[in-house]
């Protein structure tokens, strides 16, 4: 052991020796340099180097810093450096120079560039009226500066800042608004993986739900804590939820579940490493352990667990812990029939001075233990007495568990409320932003398929224009075809007419009878032939391709002969010429035009060709 202490000294003096070197070196080059701003520099480095030694030359050095820094409109330089003179005015006790200090600096905020720059100023202030026991505005300040730490993207010092809010909170009595900011700090160091610090603001936490009266709910968080602390292997805070899960079960007189969490709390708690953890959580695990074994009447353990208990606290120097522990000592020595012992360890107790719950918890606790003293010594009035103060703050406790339940419970509900007004409003913007982005994208859908539409129907457009154009020079070509095929049936119609007029001059003059018949006869056949009709008929539909399908679809079935006298009226032809060309008379036409009409009951006020197209 010894060897091992010497090893120990030997490097922190080696440790300290070669820091005293850098800060003796940098002093030199501090004094030699000539630049301001390189002196800046240097000042920098040396008063790091000092921060990290606690040197006894620190505050001057920091204070040369910040005057240069200001000289040179440096004033973010000069804002962070100042922080750390505030700070050794609050270890030292001089309040009233770091308040002065701190609005000297926060007078520059116009100047600032950073947004922490403010955030650390005010990260200072709060604490200095946190000293002063003025919570109200420190907690302002406090939620100030954790705000602009998060505009600045520093989040661990807005975790810290949170953390010190739920703090002043605490102290104030405004134990919801404490938990609320213990849980925003929890969640920053976890994001940054500060599990440390993470677990730290966890036990603040389980700790202030069990002083105001929310055991269920501090046991449930303790056990999720306790699995996320074993997967992290955060043994020091495994610890301390076995430990206050032992506490737990002792209430409920569940001795055995008491002792079982006990043996896993010491356990986790051999792996701490961090000295001061393992004093104070050692004198509580005694306390604890005091408890289990008063309760199981193991009085010959409990004697040796309380002589244990004596030697860890002279390590301790916390005044709250030491306080913490008593009543458990006083039910020892009340056990063992020590009454004026037990009453002198209490003797520094002034009675409830605050709504503050913790002090109301530890107050029941003394009161009751009190009236138990004084009973044992004979006292009835002061037994009494203490038994009154017991009753009223148990009551005012109960009370204050039922409100603080209800607060709890209450802001919870609002909090999850205004969680799902959130959520809609979110869920809303999402939506419309999904809208905007469908609207976009169909709108450059809707483009792009007009534009195609568009070079569509230009190239259509352009298409049915050619083949517009090419079908009406078809058109234009077979309605010459079939006009000059009909005019020239119609010239023959008209030479026939001719030979027949110059017959009847012959008659007058021929005597045999039989070749003028032959000849008459010949003159009296039809112009418009089998072969020419399917000539005609042929260059008749290039030209009225739908006639002869439109009057089929309604049903009517004509003749060839009346399809050859509707196909001549649809060209326009007159009687004359329509009997001229079928080689009938014009009586013929129409009486093959009146039957036709009764056969298609056709009205007499509309044409047959009319009515047929």
């Not at 501090?218 to 306790?226: D, G, I, P, W």
């Not at 986790?268 to 009447?297: C, F, H, P, W």
């Not at 154009?469 to 234009?476: I, M, P, T, V, Y």
């Not at 032809?573 to 056709?602: M, P």
Request: positive net charge; proline residues 1%; contains cysteine.
């Amino acid at each position: 052991m010894r060897c091992i202490a010497f090893m120990l000294l030997s490097i922190f003096w080696v440790h300290h020796s070669v820091a005293q070197k850098e800060i003796d070196s940098l002093q030199r080059v501090v004094e030699t340099t000539s630049g301001k701003p390189a002196k800046l520099k240097v000042l920098d480095q040396l008063t790091r180097a000092m921060i990290r030694g606690n040197h006894k030359n620190l505050i001057p050095r920091l204070q040369e810093y910040v005057a240069l820094a200001k000289e040179l409109k440096e004033y973010d330089l000069m804002a962070s450096k100042s922080r750390f003179i505030i700070q050794q005015y609050i270890i030292v006790g001089e309040i009233k120079k770091g308040k002065e200090l701190c609005e000297a600096m926060l007078a520059f905020k116009p100047h600032f560039k950073k947004k922490n720059s403010e955030a650390h100023l005010l990260l200072k202030r709060a604490g200095l009226k946190s000293s002063e026991l003025d919570y109200h505005n420190a907690i302002g300040d406090f939620d100030k500066a954790a705000a602009l730490f998060l505009e600045a993207k520093d989040s661990i010092f807005s975790a810290d800042a949170y953390f010190f809010s739920g703090q002043a909170s605490s102290n104030s009595g405004d134990f919801i608004t404490a938990i609320e900011k213990y849980e925003k700090a929890k969640d920053l160091y976890e994001i940054l993986k500060d599990y440390n610090y993470m677990f730290s603001v966890a036990g603040e936490s389980l700790l202030l739900y069990r002083r105001i009266g929310l055991r269920d709910i501090a046991n449930e968080k303790t056990s999720v804590e306790l699995e996320k602390a074993k997967a992290l292997k955060a043994n020091f805070f495994v610890g301390f939820c076995y430990l206050s899960l032992a506490e737990e079960a002792l209430k409920d007189q569940q001795l055995q579940v008491a002792k079982q969490y006990l043996d896993s709390s010491e356990a986790y708690n051999k792996y701490n490493k961090d000295i001061t953890t393992v004093s104070s959580r050692g004198m509580q695990y005694k306390a604890v352990l005091l408890r289990s074994l008063l309760a199981e009447k193991n009085m010959k353990a409990a004697d040796s667990v309380y002589r244990e208990l004596l030697e860890v606290e002279k390590k301790i120097r916390n005044k709250y812990l030491l306080s913490s522990v008593k009543p458990d000592k006083v039910k020892y020595l009340l056990e063992k029939k020590r009454y004026r012992e037990a009453l002198s360890l209490l003797g520094d107790y002034k009675g409830v001075s605050s709504n503050s719950g913790v002090e109301n918890l530890y107050g029941i606790e003394v009161e009751k233990l009190l009236g138990e003293i004084y009973e044992k010594l004979n006292n009835p009035n002061k037994a009494l007495e203490h038994q009154k103060n017991y009753n009223q703050l148990r009551d005012s406790v109960n009370k204050q568990t039922l409100l603080n339940a209800f607060a709890f419970h209450q802001t919870r509900f609002e909090t999850a409320e205004k969680e799902k007004e959130l959520i809609k409003k979110e869920a809303a913007i999402t939506e419309l932003e999904k809208d905007k982005e469908l609207a976009s994208s169909k709108r450059n859908t809707l483009v792009a398929i007009l534009f195609s539409v568009i070079l569509v129907a230009v190239g259509i457009f352009w298409r049915e224009r050619r083949k517009k154009k090419e079908l009406k020079r078809a058109l234009d070509r077979n309605t010459k075809e079939l006009t000059t095929y009909t005019q020239q049936l119609l010239e023959r119609s008209k030479e026939q007419q001719s030979l027949k007029n110059q017959l009847e001059e012959l008659k007058e003059q021929v005597t045999e009878k039989n070749i003028v018949d032959t000849v008459q006869e010949l003159l009296s056949s039809k112009i418009l032939t089998k072969d020419d009709w399917y000539v005609f008929k042929d260059k008749f539909v290039k030209v009225h391709p739908s006639f002869f399908g439109n009057i089929k679809s309604k049903g009517y079935k004509l003749t060839k002969a009346e399809e050859r006298l509707v196909a001549l009226e649809k060209l326009g032809l007159d009687n004359q010429e329509i009997a001229n060309i079928l080689g009938i008379s014009v009586e013929s036409i129409f009486i093959s035009r009146y039957r036709l009409r009764k056969k298609i009951k056709a009205p007499k006020e509309i044409s047959l060709v009319e009515y047929l197209d």
